[in-house]
T-cell receptor
Framework: KQEVTQIPAALSVPEGENLVLNCSFTDSAIYNLQWFRQDPGKGLTSLLLIQSSQREQTSGRLNASLDKSSGRSTLYIAASQPGDSATYLCAVNFYKLSFGAGTTVTVRA | GAGVSQTPSNKVTEKGKYVELRCDPISGHTALYWYRQSLGQGPEFLIYFQGTGAADDSGLPNDRFFAVRPEGSVSTLKIQRTERGDSAVYLC?????????????FGPGTRLTVT
């Protein structure tokens, strides 16, 4: 059974600092990995999807890397802003998604 | 275009009652997924449809839970004899296809509270 772990569980940083969120998974047989953002009481917004054959994916201030052989992904958010405050979830896809518990980020103005 | 929609957004029911939760996927998406998210946890897989058929229902917790997708579009998750432990946010997602091309898009969820 796929196990997905996210560390840290919570993170608080001052505005402008770069964020580094970690995700690890136990089974490397995956199609792709998705990073999501979830605001309190809301659904999931897809941020980035990395195919299993890719090493990284970028969108604006967001960059995600994938090392499938070691079972790790990292989400980098550059120059954080208060609007980045949310819970970030990673999920590995083998036709169905297996999620981590998330990292709750607070960016202080 | 329109995203995944779910109704109702909130449902409060008494223990032992029957509930139905509805999901409207993105038009043209053949794959549809149901997940359940408890407080402080990531979503957990319940069931996956490819077209009209349930391709994998291994995540349904017991036989009180059932889901249908009769015409390959809208899906309904049905819970019989609800229990307090069923309280959670039920999320629906759809994708254009399954497997390695299938980026999943999520709806806003239905918050179910069983009293």
């Amino acid at each position: 059974k796929q196990e997905v772990t996210q560390i840290p569980a919570a993170l608080s940083v001052p505005e402008g600092e770069n964020l580094v969120l970690n995700c690890s998974f136990t089974d490397s047989a995956i199609y792709n990995l998705q990073w999501f953002r979830q605001d309190p009481g809301k659904g999931l917004t897809s941020l980035l999807l990395i195919q299993s054959s890719q090493r990284e994916q970028t969108s604006g201030r967001l960059n995600a890397s994938l090392d499938k052989s070691s079972g790790r992904s990292t989400l980098y958010i550059a120059a954080s802003q208060p609007g980045d405050s949310a819970t970030y979830l990673c999920a590995v896809n083998f036709y169905k998604l297996s999620f981590g518990a998330g990292t709750t980020v607070t960016v202080r103005a | 275009g329109a995203g995944v929609s779910q109704t109702p957004s909130n449902k409060v029911t008494e223990k032992g009652k029957y509930v139905e939760l509805r999901c409207d996927p993105i038009s043209g998406h053949t794959a549809l997924y149901w997940y359940r998210q408890s407080l402080g946890q990531g979503p957990e897989f319940l069931i996956y449809f490819q077209g009209t058929g349930a391709a994998d229902d291994s995540g349904l917790p017991n036989d009180r839970f059932f889901a249908v997708r009769p015409e390959g579009s809208v899906s309904t998750l049905k819970i019989q004899r609800t229990e307090r432990g069923d309280s959670a946010v039920y999320l629906c997602a759809s994708s254009k296809t399954s497997g390695n091309l299938g980026e999943q898009y999520f709806g806003p969820g239905t918050r179910l509270t069983v009293t």
